[in-house]
């Protein structure tokens, strides 16, 4: 009888509270201002468990905070993937550690610019890996388990926390500080890391994403400037002055849900599209989609469906990359 082969998966570092060394194991909280960073190769001599799951061929990347974490990064982090894959094949999946402050927004870019067949899974931890009760270790090891596993093949790129596999675009942090943080508001995880090793798969995301989608950043240096304007009662025009005045290519609107902005609001949204720039509208409610309206067509507002603003931000800076026609720009929004 064959034994199955150990499955062989990279695990790049990009820092974050899954990597972070606490002053003692009650420093669950301040450790983010007085701590260090452990490096994916110390992390794996922390916890040993994870090299029981996998062959693991360790690439140092970045150690940061994931509020440092921008579209510099995503690109440099987009080419890290590629050359790990390439140089270290064959590869069953890549785990990338992440800050949990904005890892939903560096899955969704990888989720439409990677354009690698193995599994890309980002993990991360709401506490410390030396936090008494830390998440990060068993966090790290169902990662890699994902990583490897036949049944999360063609599911684009996935978060894995709190035992869970969640799609990268429909995932985003809904606490500060609770274990169960993300979410998935509107249509619910993807499955499950069992504690027996196994991960079991329920439903696969129908929207486009890794490795087919459309974009492709190998060798961009930078993206279009894209900003979010949140609306709330009484919002005037000034950030989406300022914006337009900063040289913003797209603004997104973090509207009030349904999809509607203040009368200034609005105001200052129809002269940034007379001046050029890309509008899309989304929502502050963290559910529920943007739906388009006769009045939005006629303003050549595009809308976000259920994308959240941070989301909506990175899939409008890639459609910039590729073309600035409202109704091209709108297909993807459609699509992705």
Excluded: C
């Excluded at 069992?194 to 989608?213: F, L």
């Excluded at 129809?270 to 529920?288: F, Q, T």
């Amino acid at each position: 009888m064959n034994t199955p082969s150990k499955r062989r998966v990279a695990l790049i570092g990009t820092g974050g509270t899954i990597s972070s060394i606490g002053r003692g194991s009650l420093d669950l909280w301040e450790y983010m201002d007085a701590g260090r960073k452990a490096e994916p190769d110390e992390l794996l001599v922390r916890f040993p468990e994870v090299t029981e799951a996998a062959e693991i061929v360790s690439v140092r990347f970045r150690s940061m905070s994931s509020a440092a974490v921008g579209p510099p990064d995503w690109l440099a982090l987009d080419a890290a993937v590629h050359d790990a894959v390439s140089r270290e094949a064959p590869l069953d999946g890549v785990v990338i550690t992440h800050g949990t402050a904005t890892l939903e927004e560096t899955a969704y870019f990888l989720n439409l610019t990677l354009k690698v067949d193995a599994t890309v899974v980002l993990v991360g931890s709401q506490r410390p890996a030396t936090g008494l009760s830390s998440d990060a270790g068993l966090n790290l090891v169902n990662a890699v388990r994902v990583a490897g596993a036949p049944e999360a093949r063609g599911l684009g790129v996935l978060v894995l926390l709190n035992d869970e596999v969640q799609a990268a675009r429909e995932v985003t942090k809904t606490s500060t500080l609770r274990l169960e943080t993300f979410r998935s508001p509107d249509l619910g995880m993807l499955g499950y890391a069992d504690p027996d090793g196994r991960v079991a798969i329920y439903r696969r995301p129908t929207r486009r994403h890794a490795p087919e989608a459309e974009f492709d950043v190998r060798g961009r240096t930078d993206l279009p400037r894209v900003d979010i304007a949140a609306s709330y009662a009484g919002a005037d025009g000034a950030a989406i002055q300022a914006f337009v005045a900063a040289g913003a290519r797209a603004i997104v609107s973090a509207s009030l849900p349904p999809g509607v902005t203040t009368p200034a609001e609005t105001d200052a949204l129809l002269e940034a599209r007379r001046r050029g720039v890309l509008i899309v509208l989304s929502s502050r409610a963290g559910s529920g989609r943007v739906l388009p309206r006769t009045v939005l067509r006629e303003r050549s507002f595009v809308v976000a469906d259920n994308l959240n603003p941070q989301k909506a931000r990175v899939l409008a800076m890639l459609a910039l990359s590729r073309t600035d026609d409202v109704a091209e720009v709108q297909r993807m929004f459609d699509e992705y």
